[in-house]
């Protein structure tokens, strides 16, 4: 059970302008009032005047035309956002590439850029060395000061303290207990807030779908490794040590290929990038690449299409271990594998309903993720929050 405890005043203050705010910001595009943020909320209007006071005099909202109130009483004045009131880089760290963003306060990514890197063994410095260039070049590429940035967000691969943004592991770079977080702030000289990959591209792909931002949700990303993320009711579970949805190590055959974990049949070596190289090499076919194998496939080789069957049954079975430990509404499948090869989606798709209960069939809806770039999204998003919690609490 959650511990409860006492709101203070303060809490209660910042909690009524949060409410109010994304009221204002999920209305951009009608005529909100006073009048109509008095309805929604029930508030007095002596308290929502006091509230959208204090946002403007603090440069998050400001006024705009007159809107009618109905047939009676006078016209309302129309409240707007600050279009630049928070601005906030997004960066993602993955193996092979740093992915860079820039978010402005009405959730539009005014720039982006992804820089490729080259080779491994990359050091925690040198990483955000090159991402803080990106960010310098990203941000002259856009008219955009460093100095009008407000928080920096961090998605990176591994298992992360995102209280801290210390990096417990990650095998991928080889880093051990990593202060991230501490390393970003020194360097940035700005608020920075660090989440693992996985948890960033959920909080990522829940602000650009509003349909699911409320909603019990698994995320799923198959590529150069596997990961998943889980949400109930919007809020993003994470467990004891933020290692919530690590299922790369989920057994599909107990003696099956040769784990780096040291043990046998695990996901990660059937579905990521590299695994489907391998295996298809183990198999005597010389590829050099997954569009090889797709390729392939579409040309409905024989090889290829047992290959995919196979595949498809091996995530198949590691959506239906989803199902069953996590209940949620959705099932979202993305990931640079699935994304570039949609084949594997729907092969797999057409045979998880066979391994389900009826009843757990009934209301699931399992998605292919079209969306890239969440987890650079995601922490520009996770970046705001933190922030404009920090801002709204301080009042």
């Given at each position: 059970?959650?511990?409860?405890?006492?709101q203070?005043?303060?809490?209660?203050k910042?909690?009524?302008?949060?409410?109010?705010?994304?009221?204002?910001?999920?209305?951009?595009?009608?005529?909100?009032?006073r009048?109509?943020?008095?309805?929604?909320?029930k508030?007095?209007?002596?308290?929502?005047?006091?509230?959208?006071?204090?946002?403007?005099?603090?440069?998050?909202?400001?006024?705009?035309?007159?809107?009618?109130?109905?047939?009676?009483?006078?016209?309302?004045i129309?409240?707007?956002v600050?279009?630049?009131?928070?601005?906030?880089?997004?960066i993602?760290?993955?193996?092979?590439?740093?992915?860079?963003?820039?978010?402005?306060?009405?959730?539009?990514?005014?720039?982006?850029?992804?820089?490729?890197?080259?080779?491994?063994?990359?050091?925690?410095?040198?990483?955000?060395?090159?991402?803080?260039?990106?960010?310098?070049?990203?941000?002259?590429?856009?008219?955009?000061?460093?100095?009008?940035?407000?928080?920096?967000?961090?998605?990176?691969?591994?298992?992360?303290?995102?209280?801290?943004?210390?990096?417990?592991?990650?095998?991928?770079?080889?880093?051990?207990?990593?202060?991230?977080?501490?390393?970003?702030?020194?360097?940035?000289?700005?608020?920075?807030?660090?989440?693992?990959?996985?948890?960033?591209?959920?909080?990522?792909?829940?602000?650009?779908?509003?349909?699911?931002?409320?909603?019990?949700?698994?995320y799923?990303?198959?590529?150069?490794?596997?990961?998943?993320?889980?949400?109930?009711?919007?809020?993003?579970?994470?467990?004891?040590?933020?290692?919530?949805?690590?299922?790369?190590?989920?057994?599909?055959?107990?003696?099956?290929?040769?784990?780096?974990c040291?043990?046998?049949?695990?996901?990660?070596?059937?579905?990521?990038?590299?695994?489907l190289?391998?295996?298809?090499?183990?198999q005597?076919?010389?590829?050099?690449?997954?569009?090889q194998?797709?390729?392939?496939?579409?040309?409905?080789?024989?090889?290829?299409s047992?290959?995919?069957?196979?595949?498809?049954?091996?995530?198949?079975?590691?959506?239906?271990?989803?199902?069953?430990?996590?209940?949620t509404?959705?099932?979202?499948?993305?990931?640079?594998?699935?994304?570039?090869?949609?084949?594997?989606?729907?092969?797999?798709?057409?045979?998880?309903?066979?391994?389900?209960?009826?009843?757990?069939?009934?209301?699931?809806q399992?998605?292919?993720?079209?969306?890239?770039?969440?987890?650079?999204?995601?922490?520009?998003?996770?970046?705001?929050?933190?922030?404009?919690?920090?801002?709204?609490?301080?009042?």
């Amino acid at each position: 059970m959650q511990k409860r405890s006492v709101q203070s005043q303060s809490d209660i203050k910042a909690n009524n302008c949060k409410l109010v705010l994304n009221i204002i910001r999920d209305n951009q595009n009608s005529n909100i009032s006073r009048a109509d943020i008095a309805k929604i909320t029930k508030m007095s209007a002596t308290s929502i005047t006091r509230i959208t006071e204090l946002l403007m005099a603090s440069g998050f909202v400001r006024q705009s035309e007159s809107v009618a109130n109905g047939n009676v009483g006078r016209n309302g004045i129309k409240l707007e956002v600050e279009t630049d009131a928070v601005l906030t880089l997004g960066i993602s760290i993955d193996s092979d590439y740093i992915g860079i963003c820039i978010l402005n306060f009405v959730d539009d990514f005014t720039a982006h850029k992804r820089i490729r890197l080259e080779g491994t063994g990359y050091q925690a410095k040198e990483i955000l060395e090159i991402a803080y260039q990106g960010c310098l070049g990203l941000c002259a590429d856009s008219s955009c000061r460093m100095e009008d940035i407000d928080a920096v967000g961090i998605s990176c691969i591994g298992n992360i303290d995102y209280k801290t943004g210390t990096v417990f592991f990650a095998p991928q770079f080889q880093w051990k207990d990593v202060e991230l977080g501490q390393m970003a702030r020194e360097k940035f000289q700005k608020p920075v807030y660090v989440d693992n990959d996985m948890k960033s591209s959920l909080i990522g792909l829940a602000h650009r779908r509003k349909d699911i931002r409320h909603e019990d949700v698994t995320y799923l990303s198959i590529g150069t490794g596997v990961g998943s993320a889980i949400m109930y009711a919007g809020s993003i579970v994470r467990g004891s040590d933020n290692a919530a949805g690590e299922v790369g190590h989920i057994i599909l055959e107990s003696s099956g290929r040769l784990c780096d974990c040291g043990s046998t049949g695990c996901v990660q070596t059937y579905l990521t990038k590299n695994s489907l190289i391998e295996q298809c090499r183990e198999q005597g076919h010389e590829v050099k690449d997954v569009h090889q194998i797709y390729e392939a496939y579409r040309r409905k080789e024989g090889w290829a299409s047992e290959f995919v069957e196979r595949q498809g049954q091996y995530l198949a079975m590691l959506i239906r271990n989803l199902v069953y430990m996590y209940n949620t509404r959705y099932i979202l499948v993305g990931g640079a594998i699935v994304t570039d090869f949609p084949e594997l989606f729907h092969v797999t798709k057409g045979k998880v309903s066979g391994l389900l209960h009826d009843n757990l069939r009934k209301g699931l809806q399992i998605e292919m993720v079209k969306e890239r770039d969440n987890s650079r999204a995601g922490a520009a998003f996770a970046a705001q929050e933190a922030f404009l919690e920090q801002m709204l609490c301080a009042e």
